[in-house]
Nanobody, 124 residues
Framework: QVQLVESGGGLVQAGGSLRLSCAAS????????MGWFRQAPGKEQEFVSA????????HYADSVKGRFTISRDNAKNTVYLQMNSLNPEDTAVYYC?????????????????WGQGTQVTVSS
């Protein structure tokens, strides 16, 4: 079992930045691919980014590529999502997820554990 707790969400103006954190506990953190997903009001949950267990491989949705950066600190059992140049379309609840199998994945069904989510609101 892996427990995930997100933090760092909030209200920011368009063009601003936020850094989300996701703290994990329960199992060997470096064994897990970590992902970020988001769900905007009235929309389906969508993939944002993922990172391999070592941190050597990353993947981004086209909508955030060049603006968001995923990273992890295995010593702190934490994954981060640095979000820059935010726009109102980035407003959503952001979730982190853990995948106990090899390779990054974009489908939510590929992830085994989920956090409770953190709200990000970008005002225009």
């Amino acid at each position: 079992q892996v427990q995930l707790v997100e933090s760092g969400g909030g209200l920011v103006q368009a063009g601003g930045s936020l850094r989300l954190s996701c703290a994990a506990s329960g199992r060997t953190f470096s064994n897990y691919v970590m992902g970020w997903f988001r769900q905007a009001p009235g929309k389906e949950q969508e993939f944002v980014s993922a990172i391999t267990g070592s941190g050597g491989g990353t993947h981004y949705a086209d909508s955030v590529k060049g603006r968001f950066t995923i990273s992890r600190d295995n010593a702190k059992n934490t994954v981060y999502l640095q979000m820059n140049s935010l726009n109102p379309e980035d407003t959503a609840v952001y979730y982190c997820a853990a995948r106990g199998r090899y390779g990054v994945a974009v489908a939510r069904e590929s992830y085994d554990y989920w956090g409770q989510g953190t709200q990000v609101t970008v005002s225009s």
